[in-house]
């Protein structure tokens, strides 16, 4: 894990990155798939298949979303990760520290992300938390983060299997896997994690992962804004 | 629905063809996937690659075949179709005979086609009819489609709704669709539908695939060829 | 194919049924799914449990209704199946005709059910025929019917494979299969099948369905229908 | 996160168990399912559908095992429970830290357990270490465990969110979830989790589920035994 690999990744907070490694995604397909419902095939777009988009993302004609595919390459904190695994339809890979040893990237929230939690169960809000704070808690999260990793690389310099040592590695460390998925399920991971209700940290790298999608699929995309940020 | 849209259409059976639409497909996305288990990237494949995608699918490591997309349009008899959409791992938009039209093809097996089943369940195995038989058996079918293709011309005529009148037709037409897969499941598809134990209606659509999937991933198709045509 | 096998079996139109052949199926198990979340779990529901079963639909917090299971056995016509189908969140078993011999069980609307469709492309509605044009429509398919059932016969007689045979058996034919589905997936089929816009046909079966699961989670079913009939 | 609940749960590890919350499973109903494509039906099974059910296996006809399903209860470390959610085919919720406070539950594994790595990449195996090393590794995990805890718990008691201060925790600490699947996921699960590649951790559990698996569907396991502990 080092620098992100090419120009195109978009930076995510302090070490992570998004990047589209592939994808066969244009807005022509919804609609020809639509269309074989009907017979109907075309070449290219014109003005009234935007309407059509948007009908079924409206009625919620999900399949025709599906003839596409996104692979994205994505260095995230593993908390991150972990919720977004949580959504099963599309693939992935990741890296793994049963066998590769970890390297010491660890997530640091920016000064003006450290935030207190206000409000109740089911109604939180987050605030900024004072200047002096938010630096002790940046360094608190930076002394146990180096703790923790000196304590895994003593236990592998011992001999101790990296599927053991790992034990103690924080779920704010960085990992990294590609990502395919289809702009069905792409939407609908952006309409729970680009949304007030997500953590701060995913929703970052949902941003990131929208303006990918946007450029590549950009009557697909505007419909979705125009749907209310539900996918079809 | 007319002839296949174009040049590249391979024809199958009397009026079908599977073609690609589209495809986001390469050996190279096999290697890299599994490789970010490491951090590792290649940005072109070399011979040692071969052998690793040759270990996957021997080792029953699936995912990283799946970050690629295959985008086929095809046309077949209803009865093919239905034994397709049993796959549920890919996308499928097909025509819709609740509204459009219906049209008049129908399938009708060559002459070598025409054949009986011998031997007990679970065992069967088909052979050729005599060639009077065959001729017979065609002329049946023909008839019996052109009976109820007039029948339900007839009560669309006298304004019956389509998706009443379609009641009558045949599971031997044809319908067309869109299937969006990957070749993790595209090799599952091809391993129970282009072998001997598969109807061989649906194994001549089945080798269609086949030939447009090994032209893209040339490299994991010699792999599912060695590995005894079982995908991982 | 015979009669339906037990006395809880529910008749849909003139030779179907939808029956519940087990589950695993409460709403206490919504409710300690949702729970696990703050590591809380309970014995028995209480009042208040009901609101938060309202609030995860809502909110769509789809995964807490996923863990259940309705295990049907439904028989219906193939053009009905085939829309059925096309839900792969769930799992399928079905009368093969590639085997076995069919039987000639074919669907005929009831009078009244016989319709036309009028209105444009989008939004068509469907209305009741005049009680002459509805006795000649089922006298039709009928005819149609039986013509193509002694075709199929009398090739299968004559030794032709069932496989090829049944190229003539018409969609209006009766099949059976087993349904295995979670209550997530089942009211995402019922948004879209026990609904205006769904085919008369599937939507009988699709209310026979919503039955079944309304007596098995009754606060989980009050919960959808309070949100529109949208599931979670 | 407490005591296992009930007295059917099976420990493992320091503090983890396997609890079967649930099931809609019996051997039944691979049978039935796997008949319906004859149109047959059982209400109990006889000693012929042991070998249907072997022979469903062997042919990797995999659909009939899908009409059942085990709803698990499971708790493990975080570690475990990564590996665990890359079986996509299944339903999860997991005990949340984004809200709900953390409870300092560390694995620590016994002094036999406790590993080194050998061999080359592709090819390692495990051996335990001399009992010096094994108590000086459990001494440095519980001493890493603790001062990550007492981090977290300084951030929390300072008044900084929950979901930003829980980055310090190690992977090494237990969660909670519930786990619904049917008998062919799982199956797949048993053979790459409870074998001698996988990790032992995540194996111990993979046992339990095997374990309480082979109770719901003895005669479906014991056909899983036969075919070399794969899958159909």
New interface residues.
């Given amino acids: ?2 620098a992100p ?1 090419s120009a195109e990744a978009i930076p995510v907070l302090d070490h992570g990155f998004v990047r589209l ?4 995604a244009d807005d022509l ?1 919804v609609v ?3 269309r ?4 109907r ?1 075309k070449e290219a777009m014109d003005d009234s298949d935007a309407g059509l988009v948007r ?1 079924l993302m409206r009625e ?1 004609h999900g ?2 979303f ?4 996104f ?1 994205f ?1 994505v260095r995230c ?3 991150v990760a ?1 919720e977004w ?2 959504h ?1 339809i599309g ?10 040893e970890a ?1 010491d990237d ?2 640091v ?1 920016a000064p003006e992300d ?4 206000v409000g109740k ?2 109604a ?1 809000t ?1 605030e900024r ?1 004072p200047d002096e ?1 938010a630096a ?2 940046r360094a ?2 930076e ?3 180096r ?2 990793f000196a ?1 895994y690389q ?2 592998v310099d ?7 040592a ?7 460390i960085y990992t ?3 990502w ?1 998925v ?1 702009a069905r399920a792409l939407m609908n991971f952006l309409s ?1 994690r680009n949304a007030e209700t997500a ?1 701060r940290e995913i929703r970052m790298f949902a941003a990131a992962v929208e303006e990918l999608f946007s450029t590549q699929m950009p009557i697909t995309h505007a419909a979705f804004l125009q749907n209310g940020r539900s996918g079809p």
């Fill in positions: 894990m080092s690999p490694d592939g994808s066969l397909s020809n798939a639509a074989v419902s009907f017979a095939r009908f919620r399949t025709p599906e003839h596409n595919a692979r390459h904190p593993i908390f972990r695994f949580r099963r693939s992935y890979n990741e890296f793994s520290m049963r066998y590769a390297k660890f997530y929230p450290v935030r207190t939690q169960p089911g939180y987050f938390v704070l002790e808690t608190a999260l002394q146990s983060y703790s923790a304590t003593g236990l011992k001999g101790i299997a990296r599927e053991i790992r034990a103690v590695l924080p779920v704010g990294e896997f590609f395919t289809n729970l953590q």
